[in-house]
């Protein structure tokens, strides 16, 4: 097998050690790779020219944003995908039930077997975990914000961003159309999930599964500040009950509406700006990448 696999280089100062680290681990598998560092905005790019170039496979090293990258230009093509889970969160990695270990993830890999899996869409854009509207892409603009021009830290700018949210408390007013019906709501998010995401007493944010070829909408049934605020409060301790903190529907299709002119958008933890409507759809099947046996 030959593949090439594809680095985020906004990795920082340790990114040389990195690569080194994963050629170490493909030789020791007995996988011949090269290892490469492109720019964020080119992960796709790359991808693409990777699976016209002759190689086995294309394997995304990073977080969830480089895999989604990578995995928006692969999907629809049968070149499989690996994942190397260096990100901060992983959770496209850990619902699929990759160790997330670099020298196990790269032996899944070599084991070589490849599994279809779902992707979501939002007006052409792939994503393999989420996509919201509302508080959260509001929140990670602020944050970025806040790292870039006051070089705060990652966290404490998402904290101070979720404080200044709170206080401001945006709300989105839309319509949600499904083709049976349209639900016009008032509410501070939209989640849309590739696939249904576990939300009770113990668990907040997994997937039992990822080739369900459904789209799972969730929004609040709290939607004043306060009624945020009790939710928020139940989702640090784990009491979220998906039957009355949440209206769910699982859909294959949809379209959000608004009057705005455009709206943030966020997919697998980026932020888009997108014209409405927004228009939904699960890819089933989409997807070829190397998973665990079982």
């Known amino acids: 097998m030959r593949a090439l696999v594809l680095c985020n280089f906004a990795a920082g100062m340790g990114l040389t050690a ?9 030789r020791a598998s007995g996988l011949a790779a090269e290892v490469r560092a492109v ?19 294309v394997v ?66 792939c994503f ?4 919201s509207i509302g508080l959260y892409p509001q929140i990670v603009t602020r944050r970025n914000e806040q790292c870039q021009r ?9 904290g101070l961003a979720i404080i200044a949210m709170f206080h401001r408390y ?8 499904t083709g049976q019906r349209a639900f016009h709501r008032t509410t501070p998010f939209v989640f849309i999930g590739n696939n249904r995401y576990d939300i009770s007493l113990l668990s907040l944010g997994s997937r039992h599964r990822l080739d369900g070829g459904e789209l799972s909408v969730y929004f609040a049934n709290r939607p004043g500040r306060f009624g945020l605020l009790a939710l928020m ?30 709206l943030r958008v966020a997919c697998d933890g980026e932020v888009l700006r997108l014209q409405p409507p927004l228009n939904y759809r699960i890819r089933p099947g989409a997807l070829n990448v190397y998973a665990p046996v079982g």
Request: net charge positive; hydrophobic share 45%; glycine share 12%.
């Open 39 to 57: 720019r964020g905005d080119e992960l796709a790019a790359s991808a693409r020219m990777a699976a016209q170039s002759g190689v086995d496979a």
């Open 233 to 262: 409060a139940r989702a640090l301790f784990g009491r979220l009950n998906q039957a009355k903190d949440f209206e769910v529907l699982s859909l294959k299709t949809m379209r959000i509406d608004t009057h705005k002119s455009s």
């Open 150 to 158: 006051l070089g705060r830290g990652k966290w404490l700018a998402m």
């Open 60 to 125: 995304a090293a990073g977080g969830d944003g480089t895999i989604s990258a990578v995995a928006g230009a692969l999907a629809g093509t049968s070149m499989p995908m690996g994942v190397l889970p260096l990100g901060t969160l992983n959770h496209f990695a850990k619902d699929l039930g990759l160790p997330l270990e670099l020298e196990r993830a790269v032996r899944v890999i070599a084991a070589g077997r490849v599994r279809p899996v779902d992707v979501g869409e939002v007006n052409g854009r």
């Open 128 to 131: 393999v975990n989420n996509s």
């Open 18 to 26: 990195q690569i080194e680290h994963i050629e170490q681990a493909f």
């Open 170 to 177: 945006p709300v989105v007013r839309v319509v949600l159309e």
